[in-house]
């Protein structure tokens, strides 16, 4: 499909479920009916809830992207926990789709075909791929199309994630259920001795509105598509049964607009060992963690010391949801540590340039809205320069960049800090209101034309998305 065709407003009809609106909807609303549900018939799950019947975690399947591994997309019917089946969009049948687990210096081999009525393709975010490998909005696979993602693992250890990115479809897609995980290992990473196997565990957290069948829609307001139930690893009211040992946690906000404000319900601390790029130099603790769409947790839980029959709860402070319920119902000996000291990371400095990028309002990036056909600016390849993030409001702007990983230098006015989840590597950075954010970026993986946009994907759609060219 060429670009021309790509930019063409596509049908929004997935089976009946889909509830979408036009972009002028979108905007009209913003002015007339600010934080109200569009569409009215919302199932208010946690409104005025006494005890709640919880179900086991799923935990999506395991895949290796080698040998023209297949994956699909299709329209289907899943369980979201107890025998309450949803309407979704999913990869391979999986909701969430099958977790990849590669090694750096690994060929990564995938046949994706898509099974949609509409048209789509697979960004792997975060994953440091080549422009045709990327996933972009101009690459789009038509319904029964097939294309083939090749690409070599070029990057250290860390979580990724894929998902579909056509432009103005994307959070739709998203919401109704296109996502999964990516994991990349390492031997830094190997000779850590990091839970592993059982005491592994992926967690796609994100929230969801259904409707008065059950069914998952897609009924975003003025402020994005902030639903009113939370959701992990597509299960509704999740609990998790757990051994007396350390776990960790691969942590994705995998929400179409939701901050979560993470912390555990007994008061412990988390140990903090990675982020969107991977290690962290070393482990901190932290009681609480804010992260934004798109953003990756990598968190070390101890459950040791805890008596048979404890629970424990995953909890988001900002909307006072109980996420995830860990039960303690095993005790075994467990006598790993928990390291302190995890990666070397070389620091980026010596910027050659300095680009400045507004994101004003809820479709542009420096006054300007998303065009498929044109790149906005070139960046040399292999070249330090610092990238200073402002808002004109409307934020949160969760900033994602395609083609490489950045190093945040420092955050002034708003928040006024940067947290510890901040440093290392990162792909996506939160910008709120008031804030000013400086970066250090350098590509060096792959010339080529890329993108970077607000990954709160209503913003996304609506144009808060810019080309550029590596060249």
């Known amino acids: 499909m060429n670009s021309k065709q790509s930019k063409q407003t596509k049908s929004s009809t997935v089976g009946h479920f889909a509830n979408t609106i036009t ?76 977790t990849f687990r590669a090694n750096m210096g690994d060929e ?26 990327d996933g972009q909005p101009q690459d789009l696979v038509a319904p029964g199309a097939s294309y083939s ?23 739709k897609q ?49 402020s994005g598509y ?48 990675g982020n969107d790029g991977g290690l962290l130099e070393t482990a901190v603790k932290v009681s609480q963690i804010e992260f934004s769409p798109g953003e990756r947790l990598d968190l070390l839980v101890d459950f040791r010391g805890l008596p048979v029959g404890t629970t424990v709860t995953l909890q988001d402070l900002s909307a006072g949801w109980n996420l995830l319920e860990f039960r303690v119902t095993r005790q075994v000996s467990d006598n790993s540590t928990i390291p302190t000291a995890l990666s070397t990371i070389t620091k980026l ?18 006054g300007k809205e998303y065009d498929m056909d044109r790149i906005d600016f070139q960046v040399p390849f292999g070249t330090t320069e610092l990238w200073r993030f402002t808002t004109n409001g409307n934020a949160p702007h969760p900033v994602h960049i395609h083609g490489a990983s950045f190093q945040v230098q420092s955050r002034t006015g708003g928040r006024g800090v940067l947290f510890p989840w901040e440093r290392g590597w990162k792909d996506t950075v939160l910008l709120n209101d008031r804030e000013t954010v400086d970066i250090l970026i350098r590509f060096d993986g792959y010339q080529g034309r890329y993108l970077m946009h607000c990954h709160k994907l209503e913003h996304e759609d609506h144009g808060m998305m810019t080309n550029f060219e590596v060249v």
Not at 111 to 133: Q, R
């Open 349 to 366: 400095s010596n910027p050659v340039t300095t680009r400045l990028f507004s994101f004003d309002g809820m479709t542009r990036i420096n």
């Open 108 to 133: 990564a081999s995938i046949n994706f075909t898509n099974g949609l009525s509409e048209s789509t393709s697979v960004h792997w975010h975060g994953m440091i791929v080549p422009s045709e490998a």
């Open 149 to 171: 993602y090749h690409f070599p693992i070029i990057q250290r250890a860390c979580l990724n994630w894929y998902h579909p990115h056509p432009h103005m479809e994307t959070g």
């Open 174 to 222: 998203v919401v109704l259920g296109l996502a999964g995980a990516f994991i990349i290992n390492d031997a830094e990473e190997a000779a850590l001795g990091l839970p592993s196997g059982a005491y592994e565990i992926p967690l796609i957290v994100r929230d969801v509105n259904f409707n008065s069948a059950g069914n998952i829609i897609y009924n975003p307001t003025s």
């Open 226 to 273: 902030l639903a009113k139930n939370p959701m992990v690893n597509g299960t509704r009211d999740p609990y998790l049964n757990v051994d007396t040992a350390l776990y960790r946690f691969r942590v994705l906000n995998g929400a179409s607009a939701r901050l979560f404000k993470l912390a555990l319900s007994n008061g412990a601390l988390f140990n903090l060992i």
């Open 23 to 98: 972009r002028r909807d979108f905007l009209r609303l913003g002015l007339v009916a600010t934080g109200a549900i569009v569409a009215s018939k919302v199932a208010p799950v946690f409104a005025g809830r006494g005890t709640v019947t919880r179900y086991p975690l799923r935990i999506p399947p395991g895949a290796s992207p080698y040998n023209n591994f297949a994956l699909s997309a299709a329209s289907g019917s899943v369980d979201l926990g107890g025998g309450r089946y949803s309407s979704v969009l999913a990869y391979n049948s999986y909701f969430p789709g099958p």
